[in-house]
Structure formats: C-alpha cells, structure tokens
C-alpha cells in the first residue's frame, strides 16, 4: 500500500492563476481531508469529502477555492487566482471512515505565489 | 468553541532529559485526543491516541479532564525524537481540530 499520494510537491504559480493540487486516498479508504498550513501555523481544517460528496467545507475561504472528489481519480483542491497569501503546505488525509478516527497524510504540496 | 492549544513552539532539550510537550483542549464533550508526529522530510503520521493508554516509542499522555489538558511525556529524551508535535482533537463527524504544533529539538 503506497500511502496517501499527492502531486505535485511543489507548485509555483504567478498571481492570478489557477493551482490544482491532486490527493490519492489509500486503497480502500473513501474519505478525504483537505488542511492547509500556514507559515507559523498549525494544521488547518478546509474540507472533508466523500466520494461524489462535500460533506463539510466549513473550512474553505468562500470564494476561488473548490475541491472535489470524483467517482473515479483522485481529490483535487482547486484554488483559482492565486493570490500571494494563499503560499502554503496543503495536506491531503484519508480514512476508511468506518468507526476509527486515524487520519492517515500524504506528504503534502508546498504552493507558492510569486 | 473547540480548540486545540500547544503553547510551546519550540521545545529544546539534551538527550537524556524528561521531556513533556503540552497540550490543552477546549471541547463541550467526550473528548477524543491524538498526538500527531511529522519527522523530517516525513509526512505527518499518528503517534498515539489517548483511548488506548498506550506508550509508543517511549512516550506516553494521560488525559486530564478536570485540567483539559494531554500532555506528551518522555522519561529519557532521545536524538531520534526531534521532531514537530501535533496534538489534536476528534470533533465528530470524522473531523479532527490540530494545535499549532511544537518542534522539539533533542542535542546531544
């Protein structure tokens, strides 16, 4: 079992244009979590999604950012017009969302803006 | 409100001491506490989990209701255990809350 995979590691992107950060859950697990950490900052919550289902997003700024998880292929965090501010470490959990509440990380992509 | 409070970022200790990276909770419920560690060039991975009272790699937590506390507790520090400590805090739903972590640095 891989782990939790994420791509790319690093993406740079200018102001004003779209990121697209992609999370494989484990085999077998159906729940992905999106955090975000800041420099100097702890873990931050942003979404929590089922397959084909947003089931909290009560930690998604409102506007330019979306996630998804399709039927088939892996989470995407889509963060369009990028703005310096959202220069961060995202990290994409999973779990098999039957009873245990371990989160299992991938390695994280580091987003910056110039 | 929930939260999760490690008021310590950085931790720095030589090996062979006691070490205890802290952590208060605030939650109106039944809490559910980890302890998270992310070594470096590692991704972030479960150290241990209070309902199963468990000592992994050496270090235990108790939980503290009347303190609201779960503080990480090593006897004898090691070189090996530095690190970044994330504490968090099972919110229901399948949903976790993270302190803001503590990087413990262990010398020689």
């Known amino acids: 079992n891989a782990g939790v995979m994420q791509n790319p590691r690093h993406l740079v992107r200018r102001r004003g244009q779209e990121a697209r950060l992609r999370c494989s859950p484990m085999?077998?697990?159906?729940?992905v979590y999106w955090y975000r950490q800041l420099p100097e900052e702890g873990l931050k919550f942003m979404v929590y999604?089922?397959?084909?289902?947003?089931?909290?997003e009560s930690g998604m700024p409102k506007e330019r950012f979306s996630a998804e998880f399709p039927k088939e292929g892996p989470s995407i965090l889509r963060i369009q017009q990028v703005v310096r501010g959202d220069s961060a470490a995202y990290f994409c959990?999973?779990?098999?969302?039957?009873?245990?509440?371990?989160?299992?990380f991938g390695p994280g992509t580091r987003l910056t803006v110039t | 409100a929930q939260r999760v409070t490690q008021p310590e970022k950085l931790l720095s200790v030589f090996k062979g001491a006691p070490v205890e990276l802290k952590c208060n909770y605030s939650?109106?419920?039944?809490?559910?506490l980890f302890w998270y560690v992310q070594y470096s060039r590692q991704r972030l991975q479960l150290l241990l989990r209070?309902?199963s009272r468990e000592s992994i790699k050496g270090f235990t937590a108790d939980l503290n209701k009347g303190e609201t506390s779960f503080h990480l507790k090593k006897p004898f520090a090691q070189e090996e255990d530095s690190a970044m400590y994330y504490c968090?805090?099972?919110?229901?739903?399948?949903?976790?809350?993270f302190g803001t972590g503590t990087r413990l640095l262990v010398s020689p």
């Open positions: 968090a805090l099972y919110t229901g739903f399948q949903k976790l809350v």
């Open positions: 939650y109106s419920g039944s809490p559910e």
């Open positions: 209070h309902i």
């Open positions: 999604l089922q397959k084909e289902n947003i089931i909290d």
């Open positions: 085999k077998g697990h159906s729940h």
């Open positions: 959990a999973s779990s098999p969302g039957t009873g245990g509440y371990e989160q299992y």
